[in-house]
Structures are given as structure tokens and as C-alpha cells.
């Protein structure tokens, strides 16, 4: 099963995430953001940082959880390459791994995660997320 894939969208990156959990949806929605934000460059695990949030919907703790990583580079010069998260009870807790930005070279495009077009949804057997990233 494919982990994410990129849809066309004018001005912006649209792309659907896929699991077999709503949480690997989540992890690949983050690998899919992490793609447009850094590319395909190796990112070292040196350094391990908490993410804790809560929404009231799939959509707004996707929402919410993806915004981190933008803040985590603007604000603490953080780049991650790999994520484990729990959800339950619309509390997110993840563990994410990564090193410092200033190690690497690459061009973030991405200015905002939106809302819109976004959708957490289960199909049968998969969970299936839909993000539009502003860039």
C-alpha cells in the first residue's frame, strides 16, 4: 500500500496520506509534509523532541499536528525525519526525531497548513487524509 501521494492543485501542494490506523495516516501525512518542507534529504536522528495536542475532531489534531513541525523549524531550528504517535480521545501525543536545521541544505516552500479541502476519513480497511499545504 502507498504511503502518500501528490495531487495537482494550483499555487499550492495537495496531498492524501494513507494508514491502516488513522495513526499511520498521521505519521505518513507528516512524512509526506516533510517531503515538500525538506525534499529527499537524509535527515540524522540526533535530537528527540515531545509533541502533545488536542483537538476536537480528526481534522482539526491533523491540523494542529502538522502545524508543529512548521513551528518546530521556525522556532527551534528543527528538522525531523521520523515520527511515532498515539491518538485517543482527541489527545495526540508523538514522539518525533530529527536534527538541527542548520545542518542541512534545503528550500522550505511551505507557508501554512490549511483547512482547506482537508478530510480524516476510514474506508473500509484504511484511513485516508487530505491536506492542502500553502507554499
Known sequence: MEKFKFLEHTADVKFQAYGKSLEEAFVNSSLALKEVMFGK???????????????????????????????????????????????????????????????????????????????VKQERNKFITQVVVDV
Open 41 to 119: 534529504i537524509k535527515i540524522k536522528s540526533k535530537i528527540k523532541k515531545k509533541i502533545k495536542i488536542n483537538a476536537k475532531d480528526n481534522e482539526g489534531l491533523l491540523y494542529r499536528f502538522l502545524e508543529q513541525f512548521l513551528y518546530l523549524l521556525d522556532a527551534e531550528n528543527f528538522v525531523f525525519n521520523k515520527v511515532k504517535i498515539k491518538i485517543k480521545d482527541d489527545k495526540l501525543e508523538a514522539d518525533v526525531v530529527g536534527d538541527k536545521a542548520k545542518n542541512y541544505k534545503f528550500t522550505n516552500n511551505v507557508k501554512a497548513v490549511t483547512y482547506n479541502q482537508m478530510f
